[in-house]
């Protein structure tokens, strides 16, 4: 029912910035929470940050926090992930997620997944 696809991934130098962007499609996402986790080669899937259905609660990994901003357009039905002074670490392929409830996005155990967008940070 529902369905994920990320896009503004691409190859930037450190210090750069970038806004990843997660389309969702179907009513059913009327208060979903919203999710972003990274995976790098040979590591296991990482939490990145969630928010809740109205925007007012968010939370972020301590890896990213200060730098990275979750934000959403619930009449787009798309959120956004604005990422500044990237590093190296940063590089990973960053998924979406989805849930109606909160505690399941944050764990990552939600059901519903995009497919990724690539985010390379050169030295």
């Known amino acids: 029912q529902v369905q994920l696809v990320e896009s503004g991934g691409g190859l930037v130098q450190t210090g750069g910035s970038l806004r990843l962007s997660c389309a969702a499609s179907?009513?059913?996402?009327?208060?979903?929470?919203m999710g972003w986790f990274r995976q790098a080669p040979g590591k296991e899937r990482e939490f990145v940050a969630v928010?809740?259905?109205?925007?007012?609660?968010?939370y972020y990994a301590d890896s990213v926090k200060g730098r990275f901003t979750f934000s959403r357009d619930n009449a787009k039905s798309t959120v956004y992930l604005q990422m500044n002074s990237l590093k190296p670490d940063d590089t990973a392929v960053y998924y979406c997620?989805?849930?109606?409830?909160?505690?399941?996005?944050?764990?990552?155990?939600?059901?519903?997944w995009g497919q990724g967008t690539q985010v390379t940070v050169s030295s």
């Open positions: 997620a989805a849930d109606g409830v909160f505690g399941r996005v944050l764990a990552g155990t939600t059901n519903y």
């Open positions: 179907g009513r059913t996402l009327r208060g979903f929470a």
């Open positions: 928010i809740s259905w109205s925007g007012g609660s968010t």
